[in-house]
Structure formats: C-alpha cells, structure tokens
C-alpha cells in the first residue's frame, strides 16, 4: 500500500465545507499497517480452524483498519469456495465491547455474536421453545431484551 504525503493543492482554492469535508474523510494509515497485515495473514493461514485471533490496542491505532482489510482478503481468497458453497461464512466479526461502567457484558456479548453470525439455517437451530430468540419475516435474527443469558449462549 502506498499513501500519499500531501494533500492536493487544489484543495486550497475550495470552499471550507469541501476541505472539511476532505479532512473528514481522510484516513491516515497505521506507518506499519502492511506488516501487522502481512504478519496477521501468516497467522491465519498456520491457524486451526477454530483459532479465534484477537486484535487489541489503543484507540485509533487502526485496529478497525486491519480487521476490515483482513476480511477483505478472508472473502476474496475463499470466493471459489463460497460459489460452491454460499451458506458458508467466510468471517464473523465480533468488537469485544466493554461498557462505560468498564465492565464486560457477556449478555451483550452474545448477542453480538449471533447478529454477526447471521446463520442462514439458524431457524433449524433454535429451539423456539426458547422464548424471545426468532427470525422475523425478513429473516433477521431477533433477540428481545428478557431472554436470559444462559439460552443465549444455547443459541450461539
């Protein structure tokens, strides 16, 4: 990857709005981006099939950048494998979110995981019987605020 060093110089003579709006959305790449992407390829691909790869760090420090460029490339290099197989999941993302409380809500956590799961043959794994946790019409998982979190993790 490359980036460039300057901004371009026609953006002096546009109104503050356009150069607003240029800074707003310029995101600068982490100098070392292209290592820890590199590094973090390696890892995936000398990983079991049920490794889970955590990503942590300080805030702005391109986190988000390296998972969004991972995944791209988790897609693009299994997309023999998904025209073959569209029910297969190449990826699931999941931001371990702790609260302002700066506590853990596994709950939350769960819940988290379900949607970015998003199976496709999950109505023929939930048992129903379990109130609260449905697909509605349009086929989206739905979880209501009382399900307990014991048949969460069932779910999951």
């Known amino acids: ?7 371009p110089a026609s953006l002096l003579t546009q109104s503050q709005a356009e150069r ?12 070392r981006l292209d290592e820890a992407v590199n590094l973090l390829k390696l890892l995936v691909n000398e990983s079991g099939e049920s490794r889970v790869i955590f990503i942590y760090g ?4 391109g986190k988000t950048t390296l998972r969004l460029l ?7 290099s299994m997309l023999p494998e998904l025209e ?5 999941l190449p990826v699931a993302s999941v931001e371990a979110v702790v609260q302002k409380s700066g506590l853990f809500n596994s709950k939350d956590h769960i819940k988290r995981c379900l949607f970015a799961l998003n199976e496709p043959l999950i ?9 609260g946790i ?12 009382k399900v307990i ?8």
């Open 20 to 31: 607003l709006a240029y800074f707003d959305n310029y995101t600068m790449a982490h100098p």
């Open 70 to 76: 991972i995944e791209k490339w988790l897609i693009e």
């Open 58 to 61: 300080p805030t702005g420090v």
């Open 84 to 88: 073959a197989d569209p029910g297969r």
């Open 1 to 7: 990857m490359s980036y460039p060093q300057q901004f």
């Open 134 to 145: 449905y697909q509605n019409n349009n086929g989206q998982v739905v979880i209501e605020p």
């Open 149 to 156: 979190e014991t048949d969460l993790g069932w779910a999951l």
């Open 123 to 131: 109505d023929q794994k939930i048992d129903y019987g379990t109130r």
